[in-house]
């Protein structure tokens, strides 16, 4: 089969690293770099000679050396955008998150399955070596029962001049939680703070309940002085600690828990005590996440499956981002998640590998 | 003037801390050691043989040869023991939390006022050279307008039996917070879980707001793999890292911020970026924090002053703490503090530098 | 049997640990402490009255109360104070290094041995949770063959009046090195600066040789800002780092080695590559270090055996100690152990279980 | 003036590194890339089609569109090539260690100032924000006199099948020291071990010794389980740790030393404490350090100026490797510089600047 053609629209940061991953690919070509400003398109011709550059976005949507149209463009294109280049017969790979609402991201869901196409958004961190091991610790049995999530992504800026720090940094660890422990939320609160004049929050604390005492925190912040990306899952036989900021050893898996002391007996002041064992770093898989995401990509555009981060990831996230957004408008209240528009029941009967043409 | 002599009330893990440092102070003696345990009393007499040893408290209040209470008894025992204590004439040091409700604390302040003595409470962390250092950190106007205080105290046990997380590390950053921050909360919410069949929560988040745009967060986990105790002060000018778990350089000042982009002609992704300095970690006093919160103390008992951490110090710190509580009760609800049972303002008449002989 | 009756001689900061860890042993009893300074008694009184006291050291040996003496006073008193003790039938528990040269030490052990009494040295790292840990790790083979020992032992001060910081900080390593890999050097260089006036080495490097290929090489400073202490064991199966500063998981075992490409085709640069497992922090036992190594004192006499650091761990150290010492002030020349007065050999006949009355 | 013409020879690892590096400057072009592997040569082409390829080296030194050769070709290739493309009138950069004996480095010296042309060698930490930081802090006299010099660099690999580890790692330490320092080296002793049947050293431990107390040590190992870039830079008043693994605060700069103490009653243990007062991690540049050597590389040629690392950099170190070496053979005997086949001083009147045509 011939190689899949990919045209990347944005060109900034993160499309660069895009492009130079779809670039790098076996089954994938990029044949297009699409940006508004002449510069980044440029520097791309510059280092991939042999592209095709434009400025405009319909002419993408035109381009039959197009099969397929990775946006890392503004969140607010993503919608109008995507939603475009799935009627004009492209698979579509998004930025995180993948729209503005969870309606938005429904209404791509359903133009995705009609027209036959994937639809995937890029949480990249699903495919780190990190996150695979841990959602293999996780489904070995090895953590036990889960007991919370507790997520810390702090770093000084870069502010963002389009959307507050829920809405960029949470998708992150909210894809992460979500692929990690697969289970419903039933509601959420968040509080969150804009200093500085800053039109968006720049801080927010985001707490999700489940309904069986497990529980999620975040706590995403672009003001910190130092960057701090850990994430703790604690089991009821094994507790992990995911810190990506270290060079090596960046999954811990410790060998600690509580135990409880039975003996009526005993008066003493600690009716539980803790057990206290070995820790474990396992070795990782150091692939470049964003490459094997965008190999899913390709794949599942050829061999008709979805992707791991597919619509329904990308739904489930922009989900709880939607409720957190609400419950910091409304002062950290809680906000029940069947409120939202479309509950995740609804969805089910959808079929997640219904991808086709 | 003659030493202030002293008698310890429960002589566990933090009373035998106490002990020996209230030994080792020039201007106290521990004249005697009171605990239901007879095995405490056993220990503390074969390091102090001279001490007098006594398993029941009314002893301790009828004594001649005792100035000073210590309490390092069960919280609920925290109100009772105080009021006779300053009822019998005596000062009263009491661990923290000083009670287990404001009305209670509030009492006590009345009961020490009427008394003419010393009421104070162990909030230890207060007497750290770290914190003195970020005081005057904050003080002297270089950390500019405070922006947030986070603070994460987690690790693996101790559970205790008869209080929750929030009650039992909660003090500890609480009294950190109001003391750095001198500013009274308006509002607080609070999510804290059980697991494992404890009685108690083992997690609690609580977040609490200010009038202007100032956030404090704490996270308490008894049930973290590994130990962190640390501390980010954000300010419009510098942030501090504070993080105790250090061997040296507890904390760290960095200079560093964010700027505004006041260029309307700019197109640019960023309309706001981040000011990137040096760090400084000062010199801290590495006295023992302990140390200086018993001197305090006799201290204040001898030049008839009060103490740092006094009972409205403590007021304010357990104020916070039911309120926090009241919101975990309901899952989550932002309990205004105006609904607290005394205001604050009701306290201010009251001179805290009222005490006497 | 009755209580082993101690006296501390020198009661400075390490005869205090010293006095502290005996006391509360359960088969010893400390019934003399020894020290010129008038204050230092005072203090140890004030803790522990019932202990006699006295400035001079030859009324505690001719004390009948006596059945040890636990050595803490300068290096250059180790060597008569403990023979003296020895003849006066006292057992001789001796701080590290034993003595100033091998010849004391030998002399020591013949001493002992003569006299029937257990002659031992603090080399107090061999009783820590970790370096058990290591030694289990060594001797179960899943190390592998040992190919190097790199140890960094480096801090600010304290500069010593007496010895230079070879024969200060060097016996930790050098007798945590002799216990692990049990082998015998062949030759040592060392080089060593005095700066600042000092009188004394204050920066050393030493390197040790074996037969073979094993290498140990310690790094030693009193002038570091940092506190550094850390020790790499590199076997052909797996390696280890230990790292004293840690707060938990201070052993590391990494499942990691150099691989061997046998392929004589391949023309490509690397013809070894390298094998990157798990690391494995396994749980230590945290016994106060100090406490096994009294109680190892305590037990030797009661059961006439020879307790773990016992004479001959003191003579390798020391003689290890000269021969490096001597390379210092020859410039780092190599010096051949067989140039040492007493070669390990000729103290093989002597049994090393052979205390006894 | 026109662009500088560069050709690329020898695209591996670094190789890759320095063609992207050189294809970004403005002031340079990259015309030609060389190497033996075809596939090496298509790899460069996909990313630069512009750039003409060859196998042959000969097919370089003839090229018109060539002003400047980059070498990154194995060490043995050094000097011949290096020679070859000056005189065929190239300019020539090459990757570190710049030759394979202090005599070769003198002949390439000689060769070039005969050609006109620039001769550099690619010590690239000398380009770091580090590196750079540091030299500003020893030259402006805030660290003091300097004392001492250590450092460590170690980690698992990649075992090199052409040279040890000292000519590996060893340039990196020791030009970052002769930079700094700025002192001639007396003596130097060395020893290295071969583990597992590799026919190169890789570990090695190098003392140097110099006239004034001064002293540096360095440790290269290829075969330890983590990943350690530490140097510590002693001085009389601040000490600065240099930690390349750090993410940010690199750089350390510790107001700690040693006092003395002066007071001859005194009758203390302690004859000397220690001062210890902030510690300030200095803001540094992050521009690529490669980018800034390639810079100076071509700086250099248009102004008709000595780069920083140039020849006689190159010289330096290598005299202290084949010292070092030479150390390492005779089982770590002092090897006095002087004993080099050419001394420094006999170097002093070729003038650094006299590169021109």
Redesign the interface.
């Known amino acids: 089969m011939s190689n899949i053609r990919v045209a990347i629209v944005g060109c ?1 940061y993160w499309g660069q690293n895009l492009l130079r991953n779809f670039a790098e690919l076996d089954q994938a070509e990029v044949t297009v770099v699409c940006d508004f400003e002449p510069r980044a398109l440029t520097r791309a011709k510059k ?1 991939y ?2 592209i095709e550059i434009c400025q405009n976005y319909a002419d993408v949507l035109t381009n039959e050396r197009v099969d397929a149209v990775v946006l890392a463009t503004p969140v607010s294109s993503h919608y109008p955008y995507a939603r475009q280049a799935l009627q004009a017969g492209k698979h579509v790979l998004v930025e995180k998150p993948l729209a503005q609402s969870s309606r938005q991201v429904m209404d791509l869901i359903r133009t995705a399955e009609a027209a036959g196409k994937v639809l995937m958004v890029d949480h990249t961190f699903l495919y780190t070596g990190a996150v695979r091991q841990m959602k293999s610790l996780v489904e070995s049995g090895e953590i036990g029962q889960l ?2 999530f ?1 997520s ?1 992504r ?1 770093s ?6 389009d959307i507050n720090v829920l809405w960029d940094l949470g998708p992150h660890d909210l894809s992460i939680m979500d692929y990690l422990c697969e289970r419903e939320a039933v ?1 959420i ?1 968040a ?1 969150g ?6 039109p968006y929050e ?2 927010a ?1 985001v ?1 999700v ?1 489940f309904e069986d ?1 497990f ?1 999620a ?1 975040f ?1 995403l ?7 701090v990306r850990r994430t ?1 899952v ?1 089991g ?1 036989k094994k ?3 995911y810190d990506d ?1 270290e ?3 960046k999954v ?1 898996v ?5 135990v ?1 002391n039975h003996d009526p007996e005993k008066r ?7 057990r ?8 990782l898989d150091t692939t470049e996440a964003l490459r094997l995401m965008a190999q899913d990509f390709v794949t599942s555009i050829l061999q008709k499956r979805a992707p791991l981060s597919d619509g329904y990831s990308g739904y489930r996230v922009v989900r709880l981002l939607e409720a957190a957004q609400r419950s910091i408008e409304q ?4 906000i029940e998640l069947r409120e939202s528009p479309i509950s995740l029941e609804e969805l089910l009967p959808v079929s997640r590998l219904a991808v086709g043409d």
Chains 1, 2, 3, 4 share one sequence.
Do not use: C, F
């Open positions: 900034g280092r000679p042999s007991l919370y507790d810390v702090i000084l800026g870069l502010v963002q001049s509601a609160s509080t703070v804009k200093h500085l004049n800053t720049n801080i604390y707490t309940q005492n529980i925190h706590h912040n672009w003001m910190a002085p130092v960057k703790l604690g009821s507790m992990i600690v900021m060079n090596s050893e811990k410790y060998d600690k828990g509580i409880q003493e002041r600690l009716l539980t005590g803790y206290n064992g070995d820790m474990l770093a396992p070795r002062n950290g209240r809680l």
